[in-house]
């Protein structure tokens, strides 16, 4: 052969053999349920609900026990897993209804944004939750922060899971669905993963289901698995928990088929703790004994599950007790991806994978929580090592807790422990005022409550 000609063919053959050498960055699933709380899963000890598809998944993988929403609400949590950072620092401090200037600006690096950037092919299912002004120019959608292609309501699937009326597709509503929102969606991204998307590509799937979240709805077949029930509140909430397992179950089941597994990391967790008072009131999820609900930066309102399974890098059954947050998932997601990592802001997140041999999460701060609409007293609290430290909004109250010792914050140790409240006091002051110093000001006139514009000065509204 010619020197030119071999010049010609090892020319040709070089884009192969590099990208041959290279490895491809994995697949990224992030599956997020809706009030789900930390103890509504069979493996995490529920005694009554069914959940076989997620308990046999979290025996192929990771549970994580100290696993924390970023938010004890739904919005601020959800902007936290797309960001790394805080929900005051991002500016989506709180669930978001219709008519508000409160959305997940353009400004912030979203994560679809960041890997699609990577080459990722990129796609959402379900609940968006992070505008007000849904599917309108005025306000970023969910294409302006990186899906390729999205399926999603503004909030809850509405009138109820069942037979939903307010999705949209990729900017066309869908009109009425015939049948239950978690499979329909799941239904939605098993379709991109065979038919839509590239697969020469690595991908990133959002689905973020609307379950447990009232009102709700559940089938049939999956509340005839609760005969023995005759509360029929909790009947319908225990067997919406089971319909959320079956539609993970087939999602699971068709990366398996599509060859996908070995190559996907899925990570599974919940927006914040469970509704209402798990008694009376609509919402029967369970917090495992964990103190308070929904909206509570007590460890019930913010400590939720977390599964994780990527066959071959993480060993099946595992159990972490490491702290993880969901801010964690932005972070890890980009290293995955080989992205770097934005230099221009700070991200609160950290790499989360040396939780799963043991190891602690490197990260600059510490975890924070603040929750305006919290009805008890004390809504801001940051978590250093075992200690907790909570806060009303003025930083005048606080309450101190080992919650590695005492996770269902039983005792409180500030008279006991004077230094390390003096300590843990002036560190959340610290942190406090730089997130507030960072983010938009909507907060300080926002008034909570429904729909509509808020009364007062507000601020302008920024992409």
Sequence with gaps: MRRSSLRLALALLLPALLAAATPRPPNIVIFLADDLGWGDLGVYGHPVIQTP???????????????????????????AILTGRTPYRNG????????????????????????????????????????????????PQPNDHGYDWWL??????APSH????????????????????????????????????DPARPFLLSVWAHEP??????????????????????????????????????????????????????????DNGPEGDGIRTPGRGSTGGLRSRKRSVYEGGIRVPGLVRWPGRIAPGTVSDVPVIGSDLFVTAAKLAGAALPADRVLDGGDFLPALTGQPVARARPLYWRCAISPEPLKT??????????????????????VQRDPREATELSALEPARLAEMTAALRRLNGEIEAEGPPWWRTYQHGGGGKAKGKQAKSAN
């Design 152 to 157: 999603a309501t503004q909030n809850n699937a």
């Design 213 to 270: 979240h009232y009102p709700i709805k559940s089938d049939p077949a999956f509340k005839a698995l609760y005969p023995g029930l005759t509360d029929d509140i909790q009947q319908e909430h225990h067997a919406n928990v089971t319909q959320l397992d079956h539609a993970f179950g087939r999602l699971v089941r068709a990366l398996d088929e599509l060859g996908l597994a070995g190559d996907t990391l899925v990570f599974f967790t919940s």
């Design 53 to 79: 598809h997620l308990d046999a998944f979290a025996r192929q993988g990771a549970r994580l026990t100290q696993c924390y929403a970023a938010s004890a609400v739904c919005s601020p949590s959800r902007s």
């Design 162 to 197: 069942e037979n939903p009326t307010n999705f949209v597709r990729n900017g066309r509503p869908v009109g009425p669905v015939q049948g239950y929102s978690a499979p329909f969606i799941v239904d939605e991204a098993i379709g991109w993963l065979r038919q839509h998307r």
């Design 92 to 139: 989506v401090f709180t669930w978001i209804p219709e008519g508000r200037e409160v959305h997940l600006r353009t400004s912030e690096i979203a994560l679809p944004k960041l890997l699609r950037a990577q080459g990722y092919a990129t796609c959402h299912v379900g609940k968006w939750h992070l505008n007000s002004h849904f599917n309108q120019p005025t306000q």
């Design 381 to 402: 609290a940051m978590r250093i090592g075992d200690w907790k430290i909570l806060a009303d909004e003025q930083l005048t109250q606080f309450e101190l807790y080992n």
